[in-house]
Structure formats: C-alpha cells, structure tokens
C-alpha cells in the first residue's frame, strides 16, 4: 500500500510540474507548492512507518507456540524400515533411540539402497541427532551421505537464536552463512515434539525444520484415525497430512521444487512410532514402512 501511495504521489508532481513549469503562476506560488509537498510527505511518513513494521512474513503467526506436550517419553527403541518406489523395495534403513547418560535424546539411523536400485544409484547414508530431553529442542546433528563418486557430511548446530552448518564434500569444508530464526527444529526434535502434541482429529501444526541445507515451514494436519497394517503388524494409526514450503532469503515462502506433500500413519498409542509414509515427489510416490520394532528392554 505504501509503494501504491508513492507511484500516485510521484505522477501527480510530475504533472502539476509539466503543466506549470513555463507560467508565471507557477514561479508567484511557489512557497505555497513546497507547503502542498511538505503537507504530502507529512501524510505519506506514517504510511511508510507502518510498511516498515509489518515487513516481516505473517506466516510467522501462524507458528504453532505450544510447549511439549505431558506424553510419556519414549523408551529406547530399534526399528527396521523398508523404502520403496512404484511399488518395489529400493532401500533398508535402521534407526536406533537412546537417552543417553546426560539426559540427551539421541537417534541413530544408517541406510542403503539395496538391489537393482543399488546398481543405478549407489547410497549410503548415516545420521545422528542430539536433543535436549526436557524442551525437546535440537542440539546437533550429523548427516553422512556416501555416493558413487562423492562423499557429503553436513553438521548442524542449535542454539536459541538459530542454526549454523558446516558442510564438507571430500577434503574441503565450508561454513555456510548462520541462518537466524528462533525455535527452530531438526528432523529428530521435530519427530519428538510433535509426537509429544495432543494430534486430536482435524488438528494442525506449523513449525519450521532445518533439516540439513535449507529450512521449511512444516504443517502438520491430523486427518484422523484408522486401521493399517504394514510388515511389523496391524496397528491403531493417527494418519496426518504433511506439507512443506521453502524459507527463501527473505524469508518468503517457496515451493519445494521435489516434494510435493506425503501421508504420515503413526501408531496410536504412547510410542508414536512412525508406521509408514507415503510421499508425492517429482518422480512419482515413495514410501517407507516399519518392518520390525524392538525396544532395549525386551528379551531378545
């Protein structure tokens, strides 16, 4: 509105001026056209002030503000998933979560694709995510992804006010620009605060995850409850939405250029254990699903 309110004022100069600028009456009033513009510009300034404060992005209100919710933390766990695409298995990974000694949450997870996958796109990939057990907010993490022909290791570091990342391919490592935004999540912290949210029917949840090179506006909407079975069982699920946007450099909202959106089933119980998900990406629908659950404390 602002700019509007500038463009207007600009022209309306431009043609008093043209139209006088040869006319004696426009040299006699002269004093009285500077008190017409300062009279303007008095009006236009608190136009222009409140342009400047509502600069920021407004989807910035929509943020989800709850603290944890009073779930019961979960117990240390062992979970085998398989990820497809168009319908066969393209990968194995295996995901390890601990409490560790100094009341840190902590996942460990290792992946692979597997058969005729493997052969067209070799990967290996680890990941290791520290949270703080009582606010639920991310600490570090650590990416590793091993390639044909490359090799990249991208490490997060969390503080209140936002993140920083050093990324590393081969030898060389570079710091990357710190990207301040307060409240933010990685991949691990934001699986356990949401786990830890009431998830009622219809529900929806924003918050922003840095997962490794860019951040996203994540919403969550609880879509509600069924029955699914999948290769670990048949289980009671809360089913969700999940849509991202891209936080460009002005924090402007982007589209993800490979995700589209993707359906979470989650167990319905005091786990919370991610069943299966099923993602639209540019190439198509991939999932991943549960293949086999342990936790530390069962007999083997």
């Not at 463009?7 to 600028?21: G, I, M, P, Q, T």
């Not at 404060?53 to 766990?77: H, I």
């Not at 520290?130 to 490359?150: F, G, W």
């Not at 809360?238 to 993707?262: M, T």
């Amino acid at each position: 509105m602002f700019f509007a309110y500038s463009l207007r004022f600009r022209d309306y100069v431009s043609v008093e001026f043209k139209a006088n600028v040869n006319s004696n009456e426009y040299r006699r009033s002269r004093p009285e056209r500077w008190r017409t513009l300062s009279i303007c510009l008095t009006a236009l300034l608190p136009l222009a002030l409140v342009g400047i404060g509502q600069a920021g992005p407004s989807w910035e209100s929509t943020l989800t503000k709850d603290p944890p919710g009073n779930l019961p933390e979960l117990r240390p766990v062992r979970a085998t998933y398989h990820f497809g695409w168009s319908g066969f298995t393209a990968g194995v990974g295996d995901m390890h979560f601990t409490k560790t000694d100094d009341k840190h949450f902590q996942l460990e997870a290792t992946g692979r694709t597997i058969g005729l996958v493997r052969a067209w796109w070799k990967l290996d990939a680890s990941y290791r995510g520290v949270a703080n057990a009582e606010t639920l907010r991310p600490i570090e993490s650590k990416q590793t992804e091993i390639y044909r022909r490359k090799k990249l290791v991208t490490d997060l570091t969390f503080t209140d006010s936002g993140v920083t990342r050093v990324r590393s391919e081969g030898t060389g490592a570079k710091a990357a620009k710190p990207f301040n935004f307060p409240g933010l999540f990685d991949l691990h912290s934001a699986l356990l605060y949401l786990r830890s949210q009431p998830l009622s029917d219809q529900s929806v949840y924003r918050i922003v995850v840095y997962p490794a090179t860019s951040a996203y506006l994540t919403t969550i909407t609880v879509l509600g409850r069924e029955r699914v079975t999948v290769r670990a069982g048949t289980y009671n699920a809360i089913k969700v939405d999940l849509q991202l946007k891209r936080l460009g450099k002005d924090l402007e909202l982007e589209p993800h250029r490979k995700f589209r959106r993707a359906t979470v089933w989650i167990s319905d119980d005091a786990n919370r254990i991610p069943l299966r998900i099923e993602a639209q990406i540019f190439v198509g629908t991939v999932f991943a699903e549960l293949q086999a659950m342990r936790f530390d404390q069962d007999k083997t």
